[in-house]
């Protein structure tokens, strides 16, 4: 075997027999449906290591396109990983700004105009003449739609009728009041003497489609192309893909459709659906084996998918799923609370727990229960690139996709929210299913899903979404392990016991006091009085509320337990490694100072 053969060999070394299919197909276009934790991007950064290596391509002529900095990002260092950093990986935009760059000066004589920032200025300033007030929540709004018309390829004189095809509204405007906003919109930006995040595409598809000799110059630099997440392409992008490949076939894109779940904002899947037909000849390849989560994860994400793409698990059993409705939404809160309290008690890192929800409205009623019982969290955006490693994340089912944790729960999953009430069409409702499975497979090992039976106060009761019903996940079942051992030495619980009576417990204020409320209180008054009086003078001295050196609900469960050593401190809600570190020491001696002082009496 030739040096070069043999090194082509090693990079195909520790794939498994779909990701080298992937990794070998060369000579044809080529389309990968990637199942959720299959190893797709090893696949594809492997391809591509396996081509340079080979001879299928050359590395200095091929761009690699995700949507993400953060999956850019990561594509580069693998590929530098792979021996292979000359490769371009870019989103989209910043591959179509580089260009615009280099090629805008050359053919218009004057240099790019700059990108603006955030537009909501600009948008007011075209909406001012509408007859409603505006404000944050409707300049949002229009700059989605602006965004939409932009990537769909809509046209402005076009906007009304296009968008009622395609069921698109502002509440409060009409279609007309739209497309005038979006004609000012573009009168606004001239004058300003700048273009917008989506104009980077559509002047890079101007210039390749309206210069040969600057689509020339492209073809000789890109001749080799891996999209990432194919099913989330937009029509601007396909048609700016298109341009960059021109007559030639040296294409792979990789997709799910599980996971398409954006088409609210131009995203058009049946571009991976159609792929085959686009580019004759194209090979079609399927990566169905799941490395991420356990089979009982998959199971119940499985459930939500008829016909083809299933996910076979590769990881041994875990626990199973917890299904658990709760009486109202605060019930609901209280219970996630005590159950990722319950996780981080079995060792945990708080960073490898999540809750995800439909709505970023839903966010509030668990960052105060997290708040009060002392767990750090984050809440996570779209444009959030990085997470804490310590701290619990939420955040919406359309910002965890590409994210995974150990244990996650999925909350609010009643109908009216799951699907959104506002999902009307058979096509929208599919997608919300399609959200949900996203949520269930950002799970390794532990997976809670939730609902309000009650809703908030006055709602009335609410059943469980439609999907978990048509998928046999509706029922209630108490939580348990299955088919895993349990470690020597370890508990095999998923909830924190009671000290007094020793069974498991599930509300946040019970998991706070160590106790049931209903089990007999210990509470010493005395030493919870000391406790007080320590905590007012920490907080005098350092100038904060007092609530952030310890809540009552501490300071009554160190009264109640009378933790006499440090290790024991840690079985305490709300007393973590930084607040045993800084206050450890003067707690265990209060305490037994105090205890000394009772002995004495």
């Known amino acids: 075997m030739s040096g070069e053969a043999s090194q082509a060999e090693r990079v195909l070394e520790g794939l498994d027999a779909e990701q080298r299919a992937v990794a070998t197909c060369f000579g044809r276009p080529v389309v990968v449906l990637a199942g959720a934790g299959t190893g797709k991007t090893r696949a594809i950064t492997h391809r591509i290591a396996y081509g340079a290596a080979s001879g299928a391509l050359e590395a200095r002529h091929t761009l690699a396109v995700t949507f993400t900095s953060k999956a850019a990002a990561e594509l580069r260092h693998r590929l530098a990983g792979l021996g292979v950093p000359r490769v371009q990986a870019r989103t989209f935009h910043a591959a179509a700004l580089r260009q615009l760059g280099y090629f805008w000066p050359k053919v218009n004589g004057v240099e790019l105009p700059p990108v603006a920032g955030r537009n909501f200025s600009m948008i007011a300033e075209a909406a001012r003449t509408l007859p409603v007030s505006v404000e944050t929540p409707l300049l949002r709004n229009l700059a989605a739609e602006i965004s939409w018309a932009k990537v769909s390829n809509v046209p402005q004189e076009r906007y009304p009728q296009l968008a009622g095809k395609a069921g698109r509204e502002v509440e409060g405007l009409n279609l007309d009041q739209v497309a005038d906003v979006l004609r000012r919109y573009e009168q ?163 960073g490898d727990l999540a809750v995800l929800y439909r709505i970023n409205a839903q966010a509030e009623q668990f960052e105060a229960e997290l708040r009060d019982a002392q767990v750090p969290f984050v809440v996570r955006d779209g444009d959030q690139e990085a997470r804490p490693d310590d701290a619990v994340t939420l955040s919406t089912m359309h910002s965890a996709k590409g994210l995974e944790w150990e244990s996650v729960a999925v909350v609010g999953l009643s109908e009216g929210l799951m699907p959104f009430a506002l999902a009307d069409t058979q096509a929208e409702v599919a997608e919300e299913k399609r959200l949900l499975y996203v949520a269930l497979t950002r799970a390794k090992t532990n997976l809670r899903i939730s609902w309000a039976i009650g809703g908030a106060p006055g709602r009335g009761h609410r059943g469980p979404s439609r999907f978990l019903r048509q998928a046999g996940l509706a029922g209630v079942a108490e939580p348990h392990v299955s088919g895993r051992r349990a470690r020597p030495g370890r508990k095999s619980r998923t909830l924190p016991a009671c000290y007094v009576c020793g069974q498991a417990m599930s509300e946040a204020v019970e998991i706070k006091l160590g106790r049931h409320t209903g089990c007999e209180s210990t509470l010493d008054e005395d030493l919870f009085e000391a406790l007080r009086q320590w905590r007012t003078s920490q907080a005098q001295s350092q100038s904060v509320p007092a609530f952030v050196i310890f809540t009552d609900a501490t300071l009554r469960a160190l009264a109640e337990q009378q933790p006499a050593q440090r290790a024991q401190l840690t079985k305490i809600p709300g007393i973590g490694k930084t607040k045993l570190d800084r206050y450890g020491d003067q707690l265990i001696e209060l305490i037994n100072d105090h205890d000394s002082c009772d002995d004495l009496a």
């Open 188 to 350: 606004v930006k001239k004058y300003r003497g700048v273009i917008d995040f989506d104009d980077i595409l559509l002047c890079t598809i101007a210039l390749l489609h309206e210069h040969p000799e600057v689509a020339a110059e492209v073809h000789d630099q890109y001749r080799s192309f891996t999209v990432d997440e194919f099913q989330d392409v937009s029509p601007i992008q396909r048609t700016l893909l298109e341009l960059w490949l021109g007559d030639r076939s040296d294409i792979c894109v990789v997709g799910d459709p599980n996971q398409a779940i954006h088409t609210f904002a131009g995203a058009q899947p049946a571009y991976l659906a159609n792929f085959g037909r686009d580019h004759p000849g194209a090979t079609t390849l399927r990566l169905r084996t799941n490395y991420r989560s356990t089979p009982q994860v998959l199971e119940a994400a499985n459930a939500l998918i008829a016909g083809g793409g299933r996910l076979r698990a590769n990881r041994e059993a875990g626990p199973a799923v917890e299904v658990q409705p709760a009486a109202d939404e605060p019930t609901e809160a209280a219970a996630v609370t005590g159950w990722l309290v319950g996780r981080h008690r079995d060792g945990a890192p708080w």
